[in-house]
């Protein structure tokens, strides 16, 4: 069973080793090698607790445990950034990674549907993420999980490689 509660500043070396886990693998032979190669999760989780820190942060980090504690996904969400959104009250999901070993396990849907939950109960009408194109099993979990691509498309450059990524979005109950 997995437990889901606000990130803390003691969980930020976890977090980062998900996250840079979780890229190597959700982006192995679609983001360049060498990029990921070059991450390191001494780094990330000197950006996570730099990033906990700031005054006035609008977002919302939630993290997955396993029965023993242990942090096995993270999830951040808040308001939509530069990218623009259907309305005012649009939230957007920054990010969401698991430990790989535990995707499909049911560790991302409880980190899903708990933002979701916490969006919704603060108002906001929908969410909205951004998910490479070329990462289909993203993608069919997005679908899955109520999302739809909405034509919005923009791209990001890893070490002189254009990679496309697709908006998607859904609506909130609240």
């Known amino acids: 069973m997995v437990g889901i509660r606000e990130m803390t500043e003691s969980d930020a070396d ?3 080793g998900v996250r840079v886990d979780g890229w190597r ?3 192995a032979g679609i983001v360049p090698r060498t990029w990921l190669d070059r991450m390191t999760v001494a780094e990330d989780a000197l950006r996570q607790r730099t990033r906990l820190a700031e005054p006035g942060r609008a977002a919302t ?3 997955a445990t396993d029965p023993d504690g242990a942090v096995v996904g993270w999830t ?4 939509v950034g530069a990218a623009g959104a259907p309305g005012p009250d649009w939230a957007e999901l920054y990010t969401l990674y698991v430990r790989p070993d535990l995707i499909g396990h049911g560790v991302g849907r409880a980190l899903l549907d708990e933002a979701h939950t916490r969006a919704g109960a603060a108002g906001f009408a929908g969410m909205l993420l951004w998910v490479l194109a070329d990462n289909h099993r993203a993608r069919r979990f997005y679908d899955r999980a109520g999302y ?3 034509g919005a498309v923009q791209n990001d ?3 002189d490689v254009v990679l496309d990524e697709l908006r998607y979005r859904r609506t909130l109950a609240r």
Do not use: H, I, K, R
């Open 76 to 79: 951040c969400f808040g308001p």
């Open 157 to 159: 450059t890893y070490d």
């Open 148 to 150: 739809a691509p909405d």
């Open 61 to 63: 980090d939630l993290v």
């Open 25 to 27: 693998s959700a982006y």
């Open 14 to 16: 976890a977090v980062a």
